[in-house]
């Protein structure tokens, strides 16, 4: 078993169970608002949840997760951190949780490898491909557990922006913000998407490089994440 190390908290990571990234690195480094309530979905090692709480102390953070490898992961990982009274996990498959709680905020790195090979092992290939969490079930889903005012955040291949801006569309969600993030300068890698059940007045759209063309992280990918690193990254 490994450690990641944070800041204010440590990530066991083992097995199958998808090791911690850039993509939930910045994911839960760009979460923003005022939640009382927060929802990850797919928690995995519970790392988007952890850092909801790092973010949003007065927050009450509820994470599901169906795999039962990640599910223990995710128990230990919370029980160790030092804001485990704010955490609730759920050993459930999302689809199915019933839950009268509406949330501020939800949160997912979603399975979005769509039609790439499929791993032989079935906790990596669910973890990493669309078998259980396509795009419709999904937001559906989430869009019921919304509040009125809530936001929906999630990360997906940068190719696949213009589908989930469609299934958004068919759904009466709405896009407010659009975080392009590039691998390198002139890479478009990942889409952060922001949706809320509200009508948008103007669309944000911002960019972030994680790393230059000499393979070191940028500023600005150090700036937004020195509060969850422990040590300097940069190089």
């Not at 690195?25 to 928690?43: R, Y």
């Not at 955490?87 to 490898?113: A, E, G």
């Not at 009125?148 to 990360?155: D, H, L, S």
Request: glycine share 4%; charged share 20%; proline share 4%.
């Amino acid at each position: 078993m490994s450690v990641f190390k944070f800041r204010q908290f440590d990530v066991a990571q083992s097995g199958s169970v998808h090791k911690v990234g850039t993509d939930s690195m910045i994911l839960g480094a760009l979460l923003n608002g005022n939640p009382n309530t927060v929802l990850d979905i797919g928690t995995g090692t519970g790392v988007l949840a952890l850092m909801a709480a790092q973010q949003f102390p007065k927050a009450i953070i509820s994470a599901v997760e169906v795999e039962q490898e990640a599910f223990q992961l995710a128990s230990l990982n919370f029980s160790n951190a030092p804001f485990s009274e704010q955490l609730n996990l759920f050993h459930v498959n999302f689809l199915q949780w019933n839950t009268t709680t509406r949330f501020d905020l939800i949160v997912c790195n979603p399975p979005y490898f769509k039609s790439s090979m499929l791993s032989p092992d079935e906790v990596r290939a669910n973890a990493r491909h669309e078998m259980n969490l396509g795009f419709t079930s999904l937001l559906v889903k989430a869009k019921k557990l919304l509040s009125e005012t809530g936001a929906f955040w999630c990360i997906i291949p940068f190719d696949r922006l213009q589908e989930l801006r469609e299934t958004a569309d068919d759904h009466e969600l709405f896009v407010k913000s659009i975080f392009t993030i590039f691998g390198k300068p002139n890479h478009p890698k990942r889409s952060i998407v922001v949706l809320q059940i509200q009508q948008v007045d103007a669309l944000i759209e911002e960019k972030l490089t994680v790393r230059n063309e000499k393979g070191q992280y940028t500023d600005e990918y150090i700036q937004l994440t020195k509060d969850f690193h422990n040590k300097s990254i940069a190089e």
